[in-house]
């Protein structure tokens, strides 16, 4: 059985003292591929060198809408020399966060706007990071279309998830699913049509139930599945082959790899 991790961490200094263990842990577990998704322009080069050396991890550049304060005014020039030199499978992870206080909501507006202007020029898909911001987020990707992509983390409704669809992108599920307490989103998850989903861990964040407390790891993406499984009444196998053509379908893993 092969599975994706959609949205991984695995660069930031959390896995720094076994990043190779939970690697091969993964691997063994099924899990082929690891999607890389970039927080600051400071961790680029360090997140495109790991992914150079793991044939299994692609890499996606972008600036989080969280740390404005790790920003610089010259990052969007940066970014967009990098994607002339290196191979990477999308612009992320970029969005609204309208949930953090203390944000800029304009300054955040406009890092995004400018964000997608690089992945429309480059033909690139988009991994979002979005936040009590759904309707704030569709309106900008109306105004500046890009190459669909992934909707990390999706937790909004069925009307917004259908504009993101109509858009070409699919919805990341991940450890939330396996909470009890998550009624509305297994709901979603069994609601929407399987062609829309992937799976995804977010590690080192949003670790599953059985792990609670703990750091966040790939290796725990089976139970992300089984929990799909659970809330669809779905064969779990089946689910890992389509959610696995998902992603590769809508960040063009194959022809994307290497950097």
């Known amino acids: 059985m092969e599975l994706i991790d959609s949205h991984c961490h695995i660069d930031v200094a959390d896995f720094d003292g076994d990043r190779e263990a939970v690697l091969q842990r993964a691997h063994q577990l099924g899990v082929s591929a690891i999607v890389v998704p970039g927080i600051c322009a400071a961790d680029w080069g360090t997140l495109l060198a790991l992914c150079s050396r793991h044939p299994g991890l692609y890499p996606a550049l972008g600036l989080h809408p969280v740390f404005m304060q790790q920003h610089a005014a010259g990052d969007i020039g940066v970014l967009q020399g990098l994607l002339a030199e290196h191979r990477v499978v999308a612009i992320g992870e970029i969005g609204l966060d309208f949930y953090v206080e203390g944000l800029d909501r304009a300054v955040q507006q406009s890092l995004f706007e400018a964000q997608l202007e690089v992945a429309r020029d480059a033909r690139l898909p988009v991994i979002l990071h979005v936040r009590k911001s759904h309707d704030a987020v569709l309106a900008t990707l109306r105004r500046i279309p890009v190459r669909g992509g992934i909707c990390h983390a999706f937790n909004g409704s069925l009307q917004q998830a259908a504009r993101y669809i109509e858009m070409g992108f699919r919805l990341g ?87």
């Open 173 to 259: 599920f991940g450890g939330m699913l396996t909470f009890e307490r998550s009624v509305k989103l297994r709901a979603l998850a069994r609601e929407l049509p399987v062609e829309a989903l992937v799976l995804e861990t977010d590690a080192p964040d949003m670790t599953v139930a059985q792990h609670r407390g703990e750091r966040n790891s790939p290796e725990y993406l089976p139970y992300c599945l089984a929990a799909l499984a659970r809330a669809r009444d779905a064969d779990a196998e089946a689910l890992a082959r389509i959610t696995t053509a998902n992603t590769r379908e809508v960040l063009n893993l194959d022809a994307s790899h290497g950097v």
